[in-house]
């Protein structure tokens, strides 16, 4: 009885100094659910709210990429239609030659297709103004050799989650190209090279609708503008609270989870002390032998 008791205890000091040791080696206190089912649980449901905030951040960088690849084609867009405007105003002018009305149309042209380009802008291999749809390239040729917009029905933004709340990240080209009226910009200014062609209808319309429609069409881009600077500033704001989020739930981790290197440090040598103390105890009571009573 007496031999048993002593193996127990010093099984017993082994165990927990081995539980210290593997507690100094790993930095936490509990590493498996027996060691504190209740501190387990409760790290563990932190440890998968802090990878949801991961993806959370994953989110809002991939949405800020997007909105920063719009804000560049949309303003560049702007720029182009502030050219447009003054080439319909100088066009008006009934002082030009036809030469000088070609050399405008040549430019228009040339405007126009570089528009395409934007609304046809692909990031990693897709179309970002379409949307839902965004295999599929916005604006196309028709049959008549013009450019028009061609999104299938019901095509949507794209969106993301961030903390919970939905966020749209993408324009589709309905939303920039197309004036509240339902007019494109392309056939604005196909509209606008035929009144230039036509030397009749070049000074009287181009001073009236064509300019009209122009400024429509840098309304509708400033509206997307402002769509884009605040979706931006949504993700900004939701990016600092993401932020106290995450750095209050690691605290909280760590008091939960980490060790304290300190105190194992002092129960280490508690446990090595009684670990030295039990071995002399049992070398003096389990020395008698049965060859001891036989000699």
């Known amino acids: 009885m007496m031999n048993d008791q002593v193996q127990w205890n010093i099984s017993r000091i082994l165990r927990d100094f081995g539980k210290l040791q593997n507690q ?9 659910p027996s060691d504190d089912p209740v501190v387990a649980l409760r790290a563990s449901d932190m440890a998968s709210k802090l990878r949801q905030f991961e993806q959370y951040r994953r989110n809002a960088e991939m949405a800020n990429n997007y909105l920063g690849s719009f804000d560049s084609a949309v303003q560049e867009y702007i720029s182009l239609l502030h050219r447009v405007k003054e080439l319909v105003v100088k066009g008006a002018s009934g002082t030009l030659s036809d030469a000088d ?6 430019e228009l042209r040339e405007i126009q297709e570089h528009i395409v380009t934007i609304a046809n802008t692909q990031v990693a291999g897709r179309y970002i103004f379409s949307g839902t749809s965004s295999d599929v390239p916005p604006v196309t040729k028709d049959e008549n050799g013009r450019y028009v917009l061609g999104l299938p029905l019901g095509t949507k933004n794209l969106d993301t989650v961030v903390l919970g709340q939905r966020v749209e990240y993408t324009l589709t080209a309905d939303e920039v190209f197309v004036t509240q009226s339902g007019e494109s910009i392309f056939k604005a200014i196909d509209r606008i090279v035929e009144h230039l062609e036509d030397e009749e209808t070049a000074g009287v319309l181009l001073n009236s609708a064509d300019i009209a429609s122009v400024d429509r069409a840098l309304e509708r881009a400033l509206e997307a503008t402002a769509k884009i600077g605040g979706t931006t500033r949504l993700l900004e704001y939701l990016g600092n609270r993401l932020d106290d989020l995450q750095l209050y739930s690691i605290e909280v981790l760590s008091k939960e989870q980490d060790v304290d290197i300190a105190e194992v440090v002092s129960k280490l040598a508690t446990k090595q ?5 039990a071995l002399k105890s049992a070398a003096q009571v389990l020395q008698p032998t049965l060859l001891d009573f036989l000699r």
């Not at 100094?24 to 498996?32: A, F, H, T, W």
């Not at 009305?101 to 040549?106: E, F, G, S, W």
């Not at 002390?273 to 103390?277: F, G, I, K, M, Y």
């Open 101 to 106: 009305r070609m050399a405008i149309v040549t």
């Open 24 to 32: 100094m080696s790993s930095g936490k206190k509990v590493e498996y």
């Open 273 to 277: 002390a009684a670990l030295q103390a």
